[in-house]
T-cell receptor, first 114, second 117 residues
Framework: IAGITQAPTSQILAAGRRMTLRCTQDMRHNAMYWYRQDLGLGLRLIHYSNTAGTTGKGEVPDGYSVSRANTDDFPLTLASAVPSQTSVYFC?????????????FGSGTRLTVV | GENVEQHPSTLSVQEGDSAVIKCTYSDSASNYFPWYKQELGKGPQLIIDIRSNVGEKKDQRIAVTLNKTAKHFSLHITETQPEDSAVYFCAASSRFNRNTGFQKLVFGTGTRLLVSP
């Protein structure tokens, strides 16, 4: 089934630890995105990638890094996790870097930093 | 910067009633307005969208209206059913950034819709 796969589905992480959230899509979409979802704040963009090999910063990039080595994969790394990074993280993709079409979202990763 | 406000934050209706969720946006350059439905434990899913050259769009029980002059758009769900219960997000496209070659979606803060049998 075409779509976006995120892993893990949930994780409890000790503060200060490094963590990589995985995201893979099989739709050959050019653009990919990472959002965090917090109660009352909606979806906030962390990082994005227009196409393989390029990345950009969103609204809340501090403490996070991404890479886009190929079209399908877009991992998000927390170098040294802090409790404020406790959130639900969603990866999304679209078939153009514009917004002519809607985004396809993954099922999310629930991360708790303790 | 761009901003999208969404109201109400929660909405409770009886099965069969209509539900309306409203959003306003700040960037006059916005030209694409999607709506997403998020069920518990799942990611948001696109349910309907509208572009700036259209005033209204319908798809079965859901419809979206757009007023570009007032910079607001609304989601209308008729004959609501318990399976319509979810969180709904509106979004508006940002102004195209020539430096980054990027045009993002700005999301509202969501509306939790509860449809009671």
């Amino acid at each position: 089934i075409a779509g976006i796969t995120q892993a893990p589905t949930s994780q409890i992480l000790a503060a200060g630890r490094r963590m990589t959230l995985r995201c893979t899509q099989d739709m050959r979409h050019n653009a990919m995105y990472w959002y965090r979802q917090d109660l009352g704040l909606g979806l906030r963009l962390i990082h994005y990638s227009n196409t393989a090999g390029t990345t950009g910063k969103g609204e809340v990039p501090d403490g996070y890094s991404v890479s886009r080595a190929n079209t399908d994969d877009f991992p998000l790394t927390l170098a040294s996790a802090v409790p404020s990074q406790t959130s639900v993280y969603f990866c999304a993709s679209s078939d153009s870097w514009g917004t002519d079409n809607g985004y396809t979202f993954g099922s999310g990763t629930r991360l708790t930093v303790v | 910067g761009e901003n999208v406000e969404q109201h109400p934050s929660t909405l409770s209706v009886q099965e069969g009633d209509s539900a309306v969720i409203k959003c306003t946006y700040s960037d006059s350059a916005s030209n694409y307005f999607p709506w997403y439905k998020q069920e518990l434990g799942k990611g948001p899913q696109l349910i309907i969208d509208i572009r700036s050259n259209v005033g209204e769009k319908k798809d079965q029980r859901i419809a979206v209206t757009l007023n570009k002059t007032a910079k607001h758009f609304s989601l209308h769900i008729t004959e609501t059913q318990p399976e319509d219960s979810a969180v709904y997000f509106c979004a508006a496209s940002s102004r195209f950034n020539r430096n980054t070659g990027f045009q993002k979606l700005v999301f509202g803060t969501g509306t939790r819709l509860l449809v009671s049998p």
